[in-house]
């Protein structure tokens, strides 16, 4: 129940009887004989964060007598909502020589629950020997060289998951994919050049 609401009428017999109404949001709201109201539907205040209820009270009288009140009503915030990246995968592409330390990407995600505090981390295990991702800027940084002949075949991809939590709320993180590849880089041997003499 959010709410009681009482309205008198001095008449007596059924024109003293008091009947409960809403004039607007029926299809969220109801209203009992006695003036209680209470949802209908879970109410989400990602949509809608206030309303105003119209209460209407009407007598039995034949010539039936009414009155309204507007009630304001404030739905709070629940964390029930997952951070969510601003793309489902991320597909990016470094030289195999990049120093180590280079950002080379940066990870967003949002929460619409309210003081949502967001922070981020690399799920996949193996992904965590190359790269570095700061929790709280979500860059994505290059902590191990990559090699690209290390690679099987010509695909020298690096593919990984991605998590970002609400550090004080109960929902799972989001997740997204990173995909990594890795340009070769033409590395030249230089000789020095010797002369013989015959």
Do not use: C, W
């Amino acid at each position: 129940m959010l709410i009681k609401n009482k309205a008198t009428d001095p008449d007596a017999g059924i024109n003293g009887q008091v009947r409960y109404s809403l004039a607007n949001f029926n299809h969220l709201f109801r209203i009992t004989s006695n003036g209680s109201i209470y949802t209908s539907v879970k109410l989400n205040r990602e949509k809608k964060d206030y309303y105003e209820l119209i209460v209407e009270a009407t007598d039995g009288a034949v010539d039936a007598r009414r009155t309204t009140l507007t009630l304001g009503i404030k739905v709070l915030d629940i964390d029930d909502n997952s951070p969510v990246f601003t793309n489902a995968s991320y597909t990016v592409s470094i030289p195999e020589n990049m120093p180590l330390g280079t950002v080379f990407l940066r990870l967003e995600a949002k929460d619409v629950d309210l003081g949502s505090n967001i922070t981020f981390g690399i799920r996949t295990q193996e992904a965590r020997q190359f790269f570095s991702l700061n929790k709280f800027t979500g860059e994505l940084s290059l902590l191990k060289s990559l090699d690209f002949e290390s690679f099987a075949g010509t695909d020298a991809t690096f593919t990984f998951l991605v998590e970002a939590f609400d550090m004080g709320g109960t929902m799972p993180p989001g997740l997204a994919t990173v995909t990594v590849r890795i340009r070769f880089t033409m590395q030249y041997a230089f000789m020095d050049q010797v002369l013989f003499e015959l």
